[in-house]
């Protein structure tokens, strides 16, 4: 059980005086999922949402969580942090340090129906309003574990069962969790139509006043109940869903000007600035 966690943190000590690039495992026969793993980093993230169930881990150093209701909080080695889709949150360094993480994206869809098949219900273990704070050696090698296949050359079969294990331990044990709610969530009809309007990422970016004539509101009155409700500005949200959408493209094999040129960013520079604020790495780095 933890043999992933002892050489995982003898790569750490390895390298300890460097930051080493982040890599990224993606199989498009597990096209539900995508593990990074990053070593001593420094790199600070823009607040962001992902269409993915989201679990990161620390390995070495601090980080501060933003992103639940009840206000920042402290993640030490071995902490987890479980994210539900769409949640608004970040995961940076304390300032001036380096830190070492691991990060597994889900598609939810698929983890909402393997959670039914484990108990054959629905469970709570993926909420769309509750962060999930866990604390616990067990599970936590269990994850490293689990990275450990997946970034090996391993089957496939063998890398989906590692994944359904996982899954399913955790969702068994998910009384050893701390929960807090989201920062938010959209409630509201008339930001939901917004919404799904910023989803239109193959058009020019929608200008603040275009979105107040649609809700029938005045800009002021617009960019105080869209931060309310989603916890971003319309620019920002409109912003993350463009580089959700570049991550797609670039999975599948898009060229990276193609993809600035589509998405309306000003030109491959700006583009490359969003994107990295927002991944922590370049276009052409994440699709490698």
Known sequence: MLKGTSHLITDLLKH????????????????????????????????HSHPTFSIGAVDAGGSI???AAAGPCYLRPGMMVFIPASSVHACNPL???????????????????????????PGDFISDREIRLI???????????????????AGTEDKSAALIEFIGDC??????????????SCDSPAIKK???????????????????????????????????ETGMTPHAWQLNARVNQARRWLQSGYEITDIAYRLG?????????????????TPGSYRA
């Open 65 to 67: 969580f933003t992103g």
């Open 16 to 47: 300890d005086s460097k930051t080493i690039p982040a890599q990224f495992w993606r199989d498009p026969a597990i096209s539900y999922a995508e593990s990074r793993r990053a070593c001593c980093s420094r790199t600070c993230y823009k607040p």
């Open 194 to 228: 917004l919404t799904d309007a910023l989803l239109q990422t193959e058009r020019q970016p929608w200008a603040l006043a275009e979105l107040a004539d649609i809700s029938g509101m005045s800009r002021y009155q617009l960019i105080r109940l869209f931060r309310a």
């Open 95 to 121: 300032p001036d340090q380096s830190w070492s993480y691991q990060m597994l994206h889900l598609d939810a869809r698929w983890l909402k129906a393997l959670i039914a098949e484990v108990n054959n219900i």
């Open 171 to 184: 969702y068994c044990e998910n009384n050893k969790v701390r929960t807090f709610q989201a920062l938010s």
């Open 265 to 281: 960013f000003a030109d491959q520079s700006h583009f490359q600035r969003v994107f990295k604020a927002h991944t922590g790495v």
């Open 135 to 153: 604390d616990d050696k067990e599970i936590y090698a269990r994850f490293c574990t689990l990275n450990t296949v997946l970034f090996s050359d």
